[in-house]
T-cell receptor, first 115, second 113 residues
Framework: KAGVTQTPRYLIKTRGQQVTLSCSPI?????VSWYQQTPGQGLQFLFE???????NKGNFPGRFSGRQFSNSRSEMNVSTLELGDSALYLC??????????????FGPGTRLTVL | SQKIEQNSEALNIQEGKTATLTCNYTNYSPAYLQWYRQDPGRGPVFLLLIRENEKEKRKERLKVTFDTTLKQSLFHITASQPADSATYLCALDIGDSNYQLIWGAGTKLIIKP
């Protein structure tokens, strides 16, 4: 089975711009979660989509949004980029059983740099 | 406030010895705790899950303990090898009706030959 793929792998943007990141989950997985990872902060949960619906949301401003398509692929959008948005953005897929026994499978991440 | 703590300093261990990593948490009553490994430039990879009613879980050279009284999990790698060098993350559920994992910042483990 192919793993979780994320595109692009690297991205450089300037403040004020917007960006869209893409994630293709493992075939058959219906849940996609997005995380932001910065040095010393750990993974911060952004949101989770299941069957095209946002099921959970973390404590991020409305500039961060996402969506999921019928084939379970997901996109994450960040508008009006700020310097502090520079981070590694990770996507994880799971079967989506909706409890903590659900193992998450991560993609390699998209490294976003905001100048 | 709710917090998960992992040793932020890198842990240097001699090859062949046992490496022990710590995950402490406050203000949670997690039902499960998970450990992941992350290599540079890659996403985390799931290693082990331990439930609150399990004291210990093993997988090959890996062992995890979970002490809900101390609010602590220990992650052990026995007979450590240079290939075990990576950052290890702990994650736990926040114990409410929403499925959401809270993550530690990770501990970098360096195994020296």
């Amino acid at each position: 089975k192919a793993g979780v793929t994320q595109t692009p792998r690297y991205l450089i943007k300037t403040r004020g711009q917007q960006v869209t990141l893409s994630c293709s989950p493992i075939s058959g997985h219906r849940s996609v979660s997005w995380y932001q990872q910065t040095p010393g902060q750990g993974l911060q949960f952004l949101f989770e989509y299941f069957s095209e619906t946002q099921r959970n949301k973390g404590n991020f401003p409305g500039r961060f949004s996402g969506r999921q398509f019928s084939n379970s692929r997901s996109e994450m959008n960040v508008s009006t980029l700020e310097l502090g948005d520079s981070a590694l953005y990770l996507c994880a897929s799971s079967a989506g059983q909706g409890h903590s026994l659900d193992t998450q499978y991560f993609g390699p991440g998209t490294r976003l740099t905001v100048l | 406030s709710q917090k998960i703590e992992q040793n932020s300093e890198a842990l240097n261990i001699q090859e062949g010895k046992t490496a022990t990593l710590t995950c402490n948490y406050t203000n949670y009553s997690p039902a499960y705790l998970q450990w992941y490994r992350q290599d540079p430039g890659r996403g985390p990879v799931f290693l082990l899950l331990i439930r609150e009613n399990e004291k210990e879980k093993r997988k090959e050279r890996l062992k995890v303990t979970f002490d809900t009284t101390l609010k602590q999990s220990l992650f052990h790698i026995t007979a450590s090898q240079p290939a075990d060098s990576a950052t290890y993350l702990c994650a736990l559920d926040i114990g409410d009706s929403n499925y959401q994992l809270i993550w530690g910042a990770g501990t970098k483990l360096i195994i020296k030959p």
